[in-house]
Nanobody, 117 residues
Framework: QVQLVESGGGLVQTGGSLRLSCTASGTFSGINAMGWYRQAPGEQRELVATITSSGDANYADSVKGRFTISGDNAKNTAHLQMNSLKPEDSGVYSC???????????WGQGTLVIVSS
């Protein structure tokens, strides 16, 4: 059984910053990649960023230059640094992870980000 726990969401003003963290726990032999999705009310879920265990990162066009994903393999943790936040960045941010030998991605419970205008 594995678990992903996110933290760091909250309320911030436009132009502000937040740092999300996600830590994987439980029984697993390793992590191939971690990432973040977000979903705003009434909107489709969007893949925001991913990072592999070797450090390769990818971003949605909407967050390039503002968000940075990083990983700490030793701590089974990924962080999402979000700068220059906009109201359209608001939503529930969910951490995902691809574990060694797994046939699916695992999801965290999500953390809410609200950017006020």
């Amino acid at each position: 059984q594995v678990q992903l726990v996110e933290s760091g969401g909250g309320l911030v003003q436009t132009g502000g910053s937040l740092r999300l963290s996600c830590t994987a726990s439980g029984t697993f032999s390793g992590i191939n990649a971690m990432g973040w999705y977000r979903q705003a009310p009434g909107e489709q879920r969007e893949l925001v960023a991913t990072i592999t265990s070797s450090g390769d990162a990818n971003y949605a066009d909407s967050v390039k230059g503002r968000f940075t994903i990083s990983g700490d393999n030793a701590k089974n943790t990924a962080h999402l640094q979000m700068n220059s936040l906009k109201p359209e960045d608001s939503g529930v941010y969910s951490c995902v992870a691809d574990f060694y030998g797994s046939d699916r991605w695992y999801w965290g419970q999500g953390t809410l980000v609200i950017v006020s205008s």
